[in-house]
């Protein structure tokens, strides 16, 4: 218990300084800009899902907690947000790094996740400009407006409150899930998939859905012991969003929205590992 405890509270404080930073950030496009300021942001979301794979793509899961703030506020797209989600790795790249995989096959991986994230974003930013084409644009929202809270005390202060109060979501949900996952065991989730080829790429998905780095290092290492495919960790790593998607239920208003995300990027990430293992993708 006191080493799921410490496990917990490490990989929470992790993500601290990437909450107060993306907090500040709102909290400057709030107070300090102008309306005009605000479009201009938006309007710059275009090349969001370029941007967001490219960040996305480093070991860390804070980028997609930060992404996650940002879109709940509206500062970047629901593409560039999908993009983060899709290309995070989480802990693959340092259990690569420590088990001394080849560049290469590193380099690969990334490639075709980065690839995926980019064009998913993208795809996805057309369809829903077309889509409210004739409706009107979705403001910037207010951090104080959907929090309700009395954010007149500054900038700096206003978003060390912001980034605790998620913190200590963040830290509880992190419990949850490390308790689950060392009751059941890597073991047992490990089986599910074992020599399922067919159905592997939608049982990989579902632990990717874990809000947690369990899932990464779950599928990296039946990668690595030759328990799944490829085409199955791909699809894995790019569900695994880490804290995000528990995050995303905590600071985006609208479950039904939060599970269509959801749901969008579990089909992304479970189509596109099926059409990998069917072009005979291996690695």
């Known amino acids: 218990m006191l080493e799921i405890l410490h496990h917990t509270i490490i990989d929470s404080i992790k993500l601290l300084p990437f909450l107060f930073v993306t907090y500040l950030i709102m909290e400057?496009?709030?107070?300090k800009t102008s309306k005009k300021a605000k479009e201009t942001i938006k309007k710059s979301g275009k090349y969001g899902p370029l941007f967001g794979s490219i960040l996305g793509i480093f070991p860390q899961c804070g980028f997609s907690v930060s992404a996650t703030n940002l879109y709940s506020a509206r500062v970047i797209t629901l593409g560039t947000l999908i993009s983060v989600y899709l290309v995070t790795s989480d802990e693959m790249i340092p259990i690569f790094i420590s088990e001394a995989v080849p560049i290469?096959?590193?380099?690969?991986?990334?490639?075709?996740?980065?690839?995926?994230?980019?064009?998913?974003?993208?795809?996805?930013?057309?369809?829903?400009?077309?889509?409210?084409?004739?409706q009107?644009?979705?403001?910037?929202?207010?951090?104080?407006?959907k929090d309700h809270c009395h954010c007149e005390e500054g900038i700096i202060k206003s978003s060390i409150k912001h980034s605790l109060n998620i913190f200590i979501y963040i830290l509880i949900i992190t419990f949850i899930i490390?308790?689950?996952v060392h009751f059941i065991g890597e073991?047992?989730?490990?089986?599910?998939?074992y020599n399922k080829p067919i159905i592997g790429p939608i049982l990989a998905g579902l632990i990717g859905l874990i809000p947690n780095c369990a899932s990464s290092v779950v599928l990296t290492k039946m990668y690595l012991e030759n328990v799944i495919t490829v085409s199955t960790l791909i699809s894995g790593l790019l569900v695994g969003a880490g804290l995000g998607l528990a995050v995303l239920f905590k600071t985006n208003k609208g479950v039904k929205e939060n599970i269509k995300i959801v749901l969008l990027l579990y089909c992304i990430g479970v189509s596109s590992g099926i059409i990998l293992g069917f072009l005979g993708i291996n690695i």
Request: net charge negative; glycine share 6%; aromatic share 10%.
């Open 104 to 134: 290469d096959v590193m380099l690969k991986i990334l490639g075709i996740k980065l690839i995926i994230g980019i064009i998913a974003g993208f795809a996805i930013d057309l369809v829903y400009r077309k889509y409210h084409k004739n």
């Open 136 to 145: 009107e644009e979705e403001k910037i929202v207010e951090l104080c407006e």
């Open 28 to 31: 400057y496009i709030e107070h």
């Open 187 to 193: 073991d047992v989730i490990a089986s599910f998939i």
């Open 178 to 180: 490390n308790l689950i």
